[in-house]
Nanobody, 121 residues
Framework: QVQLVESGGDLVQPGGSVRLSCAASGSIFRIYDMGWYRQAPGKQRELVAVITRSGITNYTDSAKGRFTISRDNAKNTVHLQMDSLKPEDTAVYYC???????????????WGRGTQVTVSS
């Protein structure tokens, strides 16, 4: 029904930058909040950043000032620009979207398969 495909994961040095992208496809009536989560080895998945359809953003404290989330509603895409990366940012990053498939159906969350970001010298 809905597919979220992430791209942009990479191996970068501390202080470097990475730009993640996520494209949603399928029979979609409307996408509401879109966000990025991450999961490091041995840890629970955590919210990194979220953006509403109108562009209001929210970040976890560790991402504030370093990461920027953006979206293109016409293309059903969301991006995460990550700067000043630290080793503790190493994780699999997952795209999330809250989607309504038709005007009659309830909204529900969809997830991508994840993209690996490794920050290491």
């Amino acid at each position: 029904q809905v597919q979220l495909v992430e791209s942009g994961g990479d191996l970068v040095q501390p202080g470097g930058s990475v730009r993640l992208s996520c494209a949603a496809s399928g029979s979609i009536f409307r996408i509401y909040d879109m966000g990025w989560y991450r999961q490091a080895p041995g840890k629970q998945r955590e919210l990194v950043a979220v953006i509403t359809r109108s562009g209001i953003t929210n970040y976890t404290d560790s991402a504030k000032g370093r990461f920027t989330i953006s979206r293109d509603n016409a293309k059903n895409t969301v991006h995460l620009q990550m700067d000043s990366l630290k080793p503790e940012d190493t994780a699999v990053y997952y795209c999330n979207a809250n989607v309504r498939l038709t005007v009659l159906l309830s909204r529900r969350d969809y997830w991508g398969r994840g993209t690996q970001v490794t920050v290491s010298s």
